[in-house]
């Protein structure tokens, strides 16, 4: 059985939190700093692909 996995390329700062397992601060952040974050009319998403090329940067 095929298990289907959901991969958006837009998120938005609650569900990136949770999905990184961080403080919503945090994660507004580093999207922040990433230049990663999209504003259309009351509503922020961020570019996926742009912030977990960001948060490699930070690998040791």
């Known amino acids: ?7 958006k390329d ?3 700062y609650d569900e990136g939190a949770e ?3 961080m403080s919503k601060h ?3 952040k ?10 259309i009319n009351r509503i922020t998403l961020v570019n996926v692909p742009i912030f ?4 490699e940067s930070f690998r040791v």
């Open 1 to 7: 059985m095929e298990k289907k996995v959901n991969k």
């Open 10 to 12: 837009f998120i938005r």
């Open 19 to 21: 999905r990184y397992s």
């Open 26 to 28: 945090s994660f507004m």
């Open 30 to 39: 580093l999207a922040q700093e990433a230049h990663a974050v999209y504003k």
């Open 52 to 55: 977990e090329e960001y948060l």
